[in-house]
Nanobody, 124 residues
Framework: QVQLAESGGGLAQAGGSLRLSCAAS????????MGWFRQAPGKEREFVAAISWPGGTTYYADPVKGRFTISSDNSKNTVALQMKSLKPEDTAVYYC?????????????????WGQGTQVTVSS
C-alpha cells in the first residue's frame, strides 16, 4: 500500500552533519505521522523525531533536541532529517516510518509502514 525508502546515510566526523531523506510512494493518506527511528547494534529501536502532516508539528527525542531537524516536502512526498553536531553515539541504522493511527509518536508499534533503513556512522 505504502512504500518508504531512506537515503542519505554515510560516514561523518564527530561535529559534522548529514541529511537523511525518506520518500513515500504508493497509495498514501492525506493525514499521517512520519517518524524517524534508529537502531544501533545490540540496542533496541529508538525514537528520533516525528512530524505530523498536514499540521507540521514536530517532536524530538531528548538526545537529538537542538541538533536534528525534521521537515517534510509535500510536493515530493518526502520527509527529511537534518542532523548536525553529530556524535559517535548517533551511529545507527536510521529508519523512517509512517502511520495514520499514531497517538504516541515515540512508540514503534503505532506505525504502519517502515523503510529499509540507511546506515549512519559517526567517527570520533
Amino acid at each position: 500500500q505504502v512504500q518508504l525508502a531512506e537515503s542519505g546515510g554515510g560516514l561523518a566526523q564527530a561535529g559534522g552533519s548529514l541529511r537523511l531523506s525518506c520518500a513515500a510512494s504508493g497509495r498514501t493518506f492525506s493525514r499521517y505521522i512520519m517518524g524517524w527511528f534508529r537502531q544501533a547494534p545490540g540496542k533496541e529501536r529508538e525514537f528520533v523525531a516525528a512530524i505530523s502532516w498536514p499540521g507540521g508539528t514536530t517532536y524530538y527525542a531528548d538526545p537529538v533536541k537542538g541538533r536534528f531537524t525534521i521537515s517534510s516536502d509535500n510536493s515530493k512526498n518526502t520527509v527529511a532529517l537534518q542532523m548536525k553536531s553529530l556524535k559517535p553515539e548517533d551511529t545507527a541504522v536510521y529508519y523512517c516510518a509512517a502511520g495514520t493511527r499514531v497517538i504516541v509518536v515515540a512508540t514503534p508499534s503505532r506505525y504502519d509502514y517502515w523503510g529499509q533503513g540507511t546506515q549512519v556512522t559517526v567517527s570520533s
